[in-house]
């Protein structure tokens, strides 16, 4: 019988002008023969995929449906091969079909060949099928997927094989994640890119992330603020948004986000302090292109000055980026905290203490404030007041006369 099958198949498959249009009963009837075999079945699903034939969803829907039937009667190593390249066939050509009917035994497919379920199989199957997923478009499973790569983002894999196997998931469920453009499959896919994974699955969720929402401002900002995800993850995040094709409001809101958890965040570590400075600078640089979302900004901008300043050893470039960002604004509560900090440098001045860090701290407010064209009196008398005091050095008094000839003094 085996050599039967074979032969009318091998005929079958010259028949080429036939491939577009074939009937398919022959092979549903060979296919669904009464005590075929795993590896019978196979040569089935094996020359059905080499004749090319289209327009066949409905077959591979009903092989995978008896494949799933029969998968718990495998019991020899040679049935779990056959078993498995069927299903992987199947599955391919589910995909290519576009077949929506078949998401519910796809996704029962991926259950059953679960690497974290069976750890016999190699993982391929599982990720074939999630692959399907994505292309017949089975998005009421797409909660279902995001939640199984979230589960593998927090897997320890020591071994290479089980991290091999489990990496064969994570890519299906990218790839099913990407097709998709659903916001759900957003975050899972972004942990992916700073998770265990091998540098190849890491830039392929980077590059799966923009085909996935084009605008994730709201989905970055629950990252940045969750105080589960530790400094570099919540810096890397905010880097992401900027390579996204989110509007610069959206960009703004996050820069907001950014800047805030960067003080908020409390930590001894010094990496991860570092990481939530380079968050602030480049929120800060991205304030001052896009423009404050809110108000709130203008508080943490005041930090990012302040903190600096008490510190033992300030970082100046946080606060030239500070002052800048508060010059580019040029509204009234930028102007207003410029004048402060001028304000209180003039009280050290004649008070004390007066030493380097004052001095280019005060070289670099008195050209920001000069650059923000306010014709605030209070600005012009301060500055005034500074030019006619005897207490500061030429130099200083020639800033000051730079930044009232910026404004038109």
């Known amino acids: 019988m085996k050599h039967t099958i074979i032969t009318f198949l091998v005929c079958f498959t010259g028949m080429t002008a036939f491939a577009q249009s074939a009937d398919m009963s022959h092979f549903e009837s060979e296919y669904h023969r009464p005590g075929a075999s795993f590896v019978q079945r196979l040569e089935v699903l094996e020359v059905v995929r080499d004749a090319e ?173 969750d105080n589960s995800v530790i400094p570099p993850i919540k810096d ?5 948004m900027l390579r996204t094709r989110a509007s610069g409001e959206s960009k703004a809101r996050a820069a907001a986000v950014a800047l805030a958890t960067g003080w908020t965040y409390s930590t001894t570590n010094l990496p991860f302090q570092r990481s939530l400075r380079d968050m602030r600078v480049s929120a800060i640089d991205t304030i001052r292109l896009l423009g404050a979302a809110d108000d709130s900004v203008y508080a943490d901008l005041e930090r990012s000055y302040s903190n600096n300043f008490i510190n033992p050893v300030p970082d100046f470039d946080e606060i030239r980026s500070t002052f800048a960002c508060l010059s580019a604004l040029k509204t009234e509560q930028a102007v207003d905290l410029l004048t402060k900090f001028l304000r209180e440098l003039h009280g050290r001045r004649r008070i004390g203490p007066w030493g380097n860090k004052e001095r280019q701290v005060f070289q670099l407010v008195v050209p920001a404030l000069g650059a923000t064209e306010t014709q605030s009196q209070d600005v012009r008398l301060l500055l005034m007041t500074i030019q006619r005091s005897s207490e500061y050095t030429g130099a200083e008094h020639g800033w000051v006369r730079d930044a009232l000839r910026a404004l038109g003094y």
């Open 53 to 225: 034939l289209t327009g066949i969803g409905e077959f591979y829907h009903n092989a995978l449906k008896l494949l799933l039937l029969r998968a718990p009667d495998i019991s020899t190593s040679s049935e779990r091969y056959a078993a498995e390249i069927s299903a992987r066939i199947i599955a391919r050509g589910l995909g290519a079909e576009r077949y929506t009917a078949a998401a519910p035994d796809l996704w029962q497919a991926a259950q059953f060949f679960d690497v974290a379920r069976d750890h016999q199989n190699n993982g391929l199957v599982q990720q074939y099928a999630l692959n399907a997923l994505g292309q017949v478009d089975g998005r009421e499973y797409i909660p279902h997927i995001a939640r199984r790569l979230a589960d593998l983002n927090t897997q320890s894999v020591p071994d290479t094989e089980t991290r091999r196997r489990f990496q064969r998931t994570a890519v299906g469920c990218i790839n099913a994640l990407e097709a998709f453009h659903d916001p759900a499959g957003f975050r899972p896919v972004f942990f992916v890119t700073m998770g265990w994974y091998d540098p190849a699955i890491q830039s392929m969720a980077s590059v799966a992330l923009p085909n996935i929402i084009d605008d994730p401002g709201d989905i970055i900002a629950e990252i940045i603020r």
């Open 236 to 240: 890397e995040a905010w880097r992401e």
